[in-house]
């Protein structure tokens, strides 16, 4: 066997790269292209924030790296996109289906685009990649997902991420190892899944978990909590990815248990700190208040928890951050609520066979 994989050709990796999109993440990917050996160009979508990116080498949601000078900076997508053999759109959630529409309008056919959003579409439900799927019909297109702050990526420190394409007849896409070695770098390791659906769940539902981490830091308690947060939320996750044919064993993986333990447990993370400014007392207004990125997690609450609704998945951590972001419920009710539910079963195969009334419910 290790004969026949030495004589193996190494896949090609695509030589031109089109990051659309120039918040952090999006130009963390473009500096790591540019690190593999890819020609890169990135799109930012204001006139503006792009001349200033483009003659400064800074990018204000990604503070203190300097893009490389090889990068080209525009907010023209048509010449982002034109020439391009790889697109990686890197948008928030709820406009990803907008820009992707822009860029199928502009891209060549039969280029793959590579999904680097995270999220769950407010109202349909769908995920990032059945939303690429609808507005570019037919075209190749993949997932990456996994535990990484942009700043430590762009900084090349070492960062291991998951890309995933649906399964062929003979077993993984080999569009996937092509991304892989188009990504990878000495620091930047992907690794190759064919369980999108489950790469995605993850990646969606981690957001919501660490708000909720963050509320329970922002009242002050200590480490008990959050890993309870965690592995309870854990199973939400795969109780989901169940639910959409996705696996268990990949939200067990980088793109579920690796985000969520990262997303859960620094402050480097918008959603954590974003909950803490709610436990320590903040108004929703005033925790997102200054904040130059996207707290997906705060659309995502409502997103992910009326899947779970349609889907008949219980998710109850899910369900009262959502409960917590309407105003419905304070966080001192939803913790208690939450401690004192019927006490149930683990694993989750035993827990229909057991309902137990809390005694301090």
């Not at 951050?321 to 006490?343: M, N, Q, Y």
Request: proline share 7%; aromatic share 4%.
């Amino acid at each position: 066997m290790a004969d026949e994989r030495a004589g193996e050709a190494a896949p090609l990796p695509f030589g031109t790269v089109a990051v659309v999109g120039g918040g952090a993440w999006g130009t963390a990917l473009a500096m790591v292209a540019e690190r593999a050996g890819r020609s890169v160009r990135l799109w930012i979508r204001e006139p503006e924030a792009a001349r200033a990116a483009a003659d400064s080498r800074r990018n204000p949601f990604l503070p203190g790296h300097v893009i490389p000078p090889a990068i080209a900076i525009t907010s023209r997508l048509d010449a982002v996109l034109h020439g391009a053999d790889l697109a990686l759109l890197v948008i928030p959630s709820q406009f990803l289906r907008r820009v992707a529409a822009e860029v199928e309008r502009q891209l060549a056919p039969g280029v793959p685009v590579l999904v680097c959003s995270k999220g769950i579409e407010a109202g349909t439900g769908a995920l990032m990649t059945a939303v690429v799927a609808a507005e570019m019909p037919g075209r190749p297109h993949a997932v990456l997902s996994g535990p990484s702050f942009a700043d430590e990526a762009a900084a090349g420190q070492p960062t291991a991420v998951t890309i995933a394409v649906p399964p062929t007849a003979g077993g993984i896409d080999p569009l996937a190892a092509r991304l892989a070695v188009t990504m990878g770098t000495a620091t930047f390791r992907p690794y190759v899944s064919d369980d999108p659906a489950g790469v995605e769940v993850g990646g969606a539902v981690k957001n919501v978990l660490a708000i909720a981490c963050g509320m329970a830091a922002g009242r002050g308690y200590g480490s008990n909590p959050r890993a309870a947060l965690i592995a309870r939320g854990l199973a939400e996750m795969q109780r989901l990815a169940d639910a959409l044919g996705g696996r268990r064993d990949t939200v067990s993986g980088l793109a579920g248990v690796g985000d969520l333990t990262l997303t859960c447990s620094s402050e480097q993370s918008r959603n954590f700190s974003f909950g803490k400014a709610l436990g320590g007392g903040l108004s929703i207004e005033a925790a997102l208040a200054g904040r130059t990125a996207v707290v997906e997690g705060w659309a995502n609450a409502r997103s992910v928890t009326e899947l779970a609704d349609r889907l008949g998945v219980d998710m109850p951590i899910c369900a009262t951050v959502k409960a917590i972001l309407d105003g419905g419920l304070s966080i001192e009710d939803a913790i208690h609520g939450l401690l004192t539910r019927p006490i149930t079963a683990e694993p989750w195969a035993l827990a229909a066979g057991v309902q137990v009334p809390h005694p301090a419910g």
